[in-house]
């Protein structure tokens, strides 16, 4: 699949001119990706075991942002969100829906794997509200109910708190909806919670299409 425009700064400027003023705010998302990504990598504010953290990955300014609640084995090895299993069924997934994967990010809401949870909430979230603040997703969705629970927790100015209504489209700024599914690393593996995770995040399409391309 191509990948359409993505958010084009004012239809009323010249192409060229909407294109670099696009190509600028790219390269300072990259550089401020990069910066948090060191400072993610380096975080021993946990008490951690000889993992590393998890980075996210994707497009810098994406229009979709995926949020699960922690990693697993193939992404803790790799060092980064979405890497193996998780990845490979958002990418079916989103290919069935006919949305484009190059304009989606994902990360981890907890960095590490063998964190004890009350460490890793309270530690962690200011990582992904600033993945959030880099990437100005329109599309949030977070995967998992203990994911929506932390989000509600430590949401910041003009974030509304969601409820657990799975596939429901939902306000969550002026500017970004929120899709809450259930936790995709759960949903793996057992037929009738891949099934529950499917009609979900199969909302995700419906919203693509609907959405005008700036």
Known sequence: MEAGPIHIVNDSLPVTEANEIYRKLEERAIEESNDLNHRVAHCRKCRRGEFLPTVGSGHPLADIFLLKYQPRYLEVTEGVAFYGRSGMAMLK???????????????????????DAVEGEKNCPVFWLEEFQITQPRLMVIMGRQTMDVVNRDRIAGMRKLVWNPGT?????????ALVTPDIDGALDEEHAKSDFW???RNLGDWFRDEPPY
């Open 93 to 115: 997934s989103m290919e069935r829906l006919g949305v484009n994967p190059l304009i989606v990010y994902g990360t981890n809401l907890v960095k590490c794997h063998d964190v």
């Open 169 to 177: 489209l939902q306000e969550f700024t002026a500017f970004c909806k």
């Open 199 to 201: 009609r979900a995040f």
